[in-house]
Structures are given as C-alpha cells and as structure tokens.
C-alpha cells in the first residue's frame, strides 16, 4: 500500500507550562511521536489544541489513515463539531490510537459509549505491562513483558465495553492492574487504547514503547477502503424471474 499517513495530534498544553512536562518534551510530546513515526517511514503531520479547529479541519481528517490522540487538562475545550468529525472518519475506516490520559477525551468517551473512567495514582511507580496476546500485530517484536521504570499507576476497573482485542495487561508496584493495551473496531475504523506514557515521563523514548506505537499505526490502517451500503435494497434481478 501506499505510504501511510498519520496524523500526531496533541493538547500540547503541560509542555508549555515551564515545569517538569517542559523539562520532559521540550517541544511537546507531538514532535517525539512525530519523530518515531517518520523513523518508521510513515508520512507525519502534527496538529495542537491551539490550532484553528485544533488542527483538525476536513482537510486534515480526509488525508489521514491514523489519528493519534493525547490530551490531559482541556479535554472540555475540544469543540463537539471537531469531536464528531473524527468519529464520523473513525466509522469510516479512519485509524485511531488513544494515548494515556486520552482515556477521557471526548472522542474517545463517544466511541466507547462509558465513562472510561478508572483509578489512579502518580508516584512514579514501576509498571510491567505483560504481553498477553502475543501473536496480535501490535506485540509483534515485543517481548513477553515491557517493563516501565517509573509510570503513573492507571487501575482497575477501567470502565471500557470488552475489548475485541485486549493485546497487553499492566501491574504496578502498588498491586493494581489494568488493561493497557485494548483493541477495538467502530464501524470500519479500529482503535487502539495504549496507556503508558504521562507527561513528566520520557516513556516515548523507550524502544519497546516506540516499537508498539509503530506497530499499532500499522494495525489501525484498514485493511481496504471498501465502503460498505446501508438502507433499503432491491432484490437482485436474478431472484426475480
Ligand atoms: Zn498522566
């Protein structure tokens, strides 16, 4: 297939703010992940909250096969037109990988239909996520475990319908799990939800991590654009003779 084209999107607010999230992505965490997907030869375009229509007109969305999502502290300030814009491309065949803190976007929450609500706690814990099904795409490359030095603890339960996929498993030091990694399809798109990787952790910049993140923008491209019919039909001619 053609090269694919993804389209980083990020809140991009912590990182401004002059504090640890600065001292961790200086430029924002967009131009790290932007970084790694052009490494793995995908065509990168990244776009922030600020942006007119955040970054995300027609346009944008139209030449996008993945959409990747991380947002934090303005979730509410996402304009509804631009949230049903991605869901309405999401349904058509639009990847979409929702990242960390990205679990109360406001796109994220519509297409699971929950709160997606959960239970945490940032005191730099150690979080092994465990590779529990290992022959998914995603894992491919990955070893049994990934382990994450310091993380912020997201615990069960997390308020998401079943995954179709659920491809890793985290544990942290305090004893919680979660699911870390959940595989989902909407209509013709797929979403990947991927939980590492708080704003004052260099945790885009661990290999496994980044293998991962490649790996899932190759899962969420469809696998074709055929475009499904919907509404009344006539029987076919040759059951009417
Ligand atoms: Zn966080």
């Known amino acids: 297939m053609s090269q694919i ?35 793995e030869g995908f065509d990168v375009e990244t776009a922030t909250l ?90 491919k490359g990955v070893d049994e475990q990934i382990v994450v030095p310091t993380a912020e603890m997201y615990g069960e339960r997390f308020d998401v319908p079943a995954p179709d996929e659920l491809v890793f498993m985290s544990w942290f030091e305090g004893g919680e799990v979660f699911r870390s990694g959940c595989c989902y399809r909407r209509g013709s798109g797929r979403v990947f939800y991927f939980q590492p990787g708080h704003e004052t952790y260099p945790i885009y910049q661990q290999p496994e991590i980044r293998q991962v993140l490649g790996n899932a923008v190759e899962w969420a491209v469809s696998d074709d654009n055929q475009r499904t019919e919907y509404g009344e039909v006539a029987i076919p001619p040759e059951e009417c003779e």
């Not at 389209?7 to 991009?12: A, G, I, K, Q, R």
């Not at 929702?98 to 706690?121: A, E, N, P, Q």
Request: glycine fraction near 8%; hydrophobic fraction near 35%; aromatic fraction near 8%.
């Open 5 to 39: 084209r993804v389209t980083v999107w990020n809140e991009f607010r912590h990182e401004r703010e002059g504090g640890e999230a600065e001292e961790c992505y200086p430029e924002g965490i967009h131009t790290v992940l932007a970084e790694l997907f052009e490494s």
């Open 50 to 139: 600020d942006e007119p229509e955040h970054g995300l007109s027609e346009d944008v969305i139209e030449e996008t096969d993945v959409l990747t999502w991380w947002g934090h502290a303005a979730h509410d300030e996402v304009a509804d037109e631009v949230v049903e814009r991605v869901r309405q491309h999401v349904l058509d065949g639009m990847g979409l990988i929702v990242l960390h803190s990205g679990h109360f976007s406001k796109i994220f929450k519509r297409l699971m239909g929950t709160t997606c609500d959960l239970k945490w706690r940032n005191e730099g814990e150690r979080e092994r996520l465990w590779t529990v099904e290992p022959s998914h795409p995603i894992a």
